[in-house]
């Protein structure tokens, strides 16, 4: 049987991306990301698909002349349909929908959330079915049972913030720019974790919170460190904040690493223990964290389970992810058609 080349497009939030697959070998994963948004201290929606409108057709030329395959060759275009910010999402919908209207190829509408699972079947060592995910990234954070590559469940997820966002509202209360959490990791590298000590929160099952950390830290913050994280009225002043922040800025950054990565990998032990999965992967832009890397691995050795994690390029958003997922959608026949809908809320 002659290869499956699927044409991928991911525009879910402010990474434009293209990919091509053949018979789920990645031939090319292109990113162009938008800087526009750093000056804002988060993702302007309205910036975002205005970059994608600019991005989106020498991302998706570069793609293809990259890949090699012949847009003649091509076999079906995926695209991001849910979820994600909606003008965004917009952009690389309609652009799919146009290719494929123009090339008479079928249109398959991927789910974000199930391709940053999927993202762990890229690579030669895939994991078993039924694995565990633990897909964390800067709008959610789950963790799914994996019994097949469309057999998704969603046996815990967070009550209020996400992972990554944990990590970019402690980086901006630091005064770091947005994105943080990758400069909370590149700080935490030389920092001493058990330092200081955030709370962690009992949620039953294996759903998450973190606005009860996030409330630590800011209150931490105000105070300098110096009284206890909820009892005292804010002490300190602004200059005396500043001070003890740039005086222990990699011990705080390690510190709040580390309660973020306990609360993420307790429910997943948990989750792996309770119902006897042996192995378990992470997906999502937070697992690009080197901390949460290590520890996962580690915690992988100890208990004899086998751990995958993707590739870098695989972690954050990506169109790479995309096109496995519509590989495998391509094996089951699941095609939409034109006047499929994108979709800021789904899985
Ligand atoms: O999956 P992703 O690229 O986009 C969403 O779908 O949200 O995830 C982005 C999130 C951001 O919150 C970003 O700060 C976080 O992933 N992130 C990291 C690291 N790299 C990206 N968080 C901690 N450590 C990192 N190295
Ligand atoms: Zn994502």
Avoid at 61 to 77: C, H, Q, R, T, W
Avoid at 158 to 182: H, N, R, V
Avoid at 282 to 303: D, Y
Avoid at 317 to 329: E, P, S
Wanted: proline share 5%; hydrophobic share 40%; glycine share 8%.
């Amino acid at each position: 049987m002659s290869k499956i080349n699927i044409l991928a497009i991911e525009s879910s939030c402010d990474e434009t991306s293209a990919a091509v697959c053949s018979s789920g070998r990645i031939l090319s994963n292109r990113i162009a990301t938008q800087a526009v948004h750093a000056a804002h201290g988060g993702v302007v929606p309205e910036l975002a698909s205005r970059a994608h409108m600019q991005n989106i057709v020498p991302v998706v030329d570069v793609a293809l002349k990259e890949s090699g395959v012949p847009l003649e060759e091509i076999d079906a275009i995926a695209f991001t349909q849910a979820p994600g910010l909606i003008g965004s999402l917009l952009v690389g919908g309609q652009f799919a929908k146009s290719l494929s209207l123009a090339l008479n190829k079928p249109l398959i509408a991927v789910n974000h959330m199930q391709a940053h699972v999927l993202a762990n079947l890229i690579p030669e060592a895939k994991p078993s079915f039924p694995f565990l995910c633990l897909t964390v990234s800067g709008g959610h954070t789950q963790i799914v049972k994996c019994s097949g590559p469309t057999k998704l469940e969603i046996i815990g997820e967070t009550i209020d913030d996400a992972a990554g966002e944990a990590f970019d509202k402690a980086a901006k209360m630091l005064g770091l720019p947005y994105p943080g959490g990758p400069l909370v990791d590149k700080y935490a590298k030389e920092g001493n974790p058990s330092r200081f000590r955030f709370p962690e929160p009992r949620i039953p099952g294996y759903d998450f919170s973190f606005s009860g950390v996030k409330t630590a830290i800011l209150y931490f913050l105000r105070n300098a460190g110096t009284a206890q994280v909820y009892k005292e009225e804010f002490a300190a002043t602004e200059a005396e904040r500043k001070h003890f922040i740039e005086e222990n800025l990699q011990d705080i950054c390690a510190s709040i690493q580390q309660r973020i990565i306990s609360i993420l990998l307790n429910k997943l032990s948990r989750a792996a223990k309770e119902l006897g999965i042996k192995d378990l992967c992470i997906a999502g832009g937070v697992s690009a964290n080197s901390g949460l890397r290590k520890a996962f691995s580690e915690m992988g050795e100890q208990n004899g389970w086998n751990t995958f994690i993707p590739d870098f390029q695989y972690c954050t958003d990506n169109a790479g992810m995309i096109a496995i997922t519509g590989y495998y959608k391509y094996l089951e026949n699941d095609f939409s058609d034109l006047s499929v809908p994108s979709m800021a809320r789904g899985f």
